[in-house]
């Protein structure tokens, strides 16, 4: 089945429009179940609808695409990729497909992740039922200097970016040579989208980034994906989200970051299996 795009209007002024892809459930058993996917940084749409068509067997599958993601039109203006405009972007989207409070459940993968815990700790609409996450994180080690880019103009930031993109390209390889794969993606992606929309999401969004302590205020179960090794996040932190007596790890046997590549089958599988163990 071929998916639905709306375009949804999140800011006025200036004027910001999102994408969300929609994919109708193909199975009558789960045409109740709704499935927000928030993809994390550089991912978009595209990356995530092979994962959707196959969890279209179990729910309706709806991709949000943030601010700065993709295709969605996003004014090159400071201030726009904060934690709280994502919060109230959420919110919007949620509102747009007419879901009432409890009755999706969203999965968010990495900086996605991190998108929806900020969401539920502190936005102000409508709450999931569960959540599905891919490597999450409480808190991402940006290196101190990371702040001095967003003052470095635009023209000379491309070319900073790709000194950075070479030297960790070569330092990655030597830590994880699978990992090296990600550097060169991360470099296609950006080349591909909206670079100084996506460098300012890092430089308003990840850095800001911190949950540390706050986990416990997280009261949703989880399924939780990692991969067996991941050099870009920490394993072991994983264990920081299993507070919740419903919340399960499942470890996908990988040693790459984007866990879901390759095994979407597998994980919309131990999807279905797990919501169906909670009764959603």
Known sequence: MNEIIDIVKTHTDPEVKIRVAKFPCSNKKYSKRNVIIVPGWLSAIDNFTTTAKILQAYGNIFIYEPRGFGESLTPHKKGL??????NEELKLVIDHLKLKNKDFIILGS??????????????????????????????????????????????????????????????????????????????????????WSLRRYVLEFIISYDIIGRQKGIDIPMLIFVAKKDYFVDVAKSKEFTHHPDTEIFQVDVSMHRVQEGNEKLIAEEVNKYLNKIKL
């Open 81 to 86: 990729f904060t934690i709280e405009e994502y």
């Open 110 to 195: 990495c900086s996605g992740a991190a998108m929806v815990f900020n969401y539920v700790l502190d936005g102000t609409g409508k709450k999931p039922s569960a959540l599905v996450i891919f490597s999450p994180q409480e808190h991402y080690k940006t290196p101190f200097w990371l702040p001095i880019l967003g003052w470095i103009p635009t023209f000379f930031m491309s070319f900073i970016q790709k000194l950075i993109i070479i030297f960790y390209r070569f330092y990655v390889k030597i830590r994880s040579k699978k990992e090296s794969e990600n550097v060169t993606w991360a470099e296609e992606r950006l080349k591909k989208n909206d670079a």
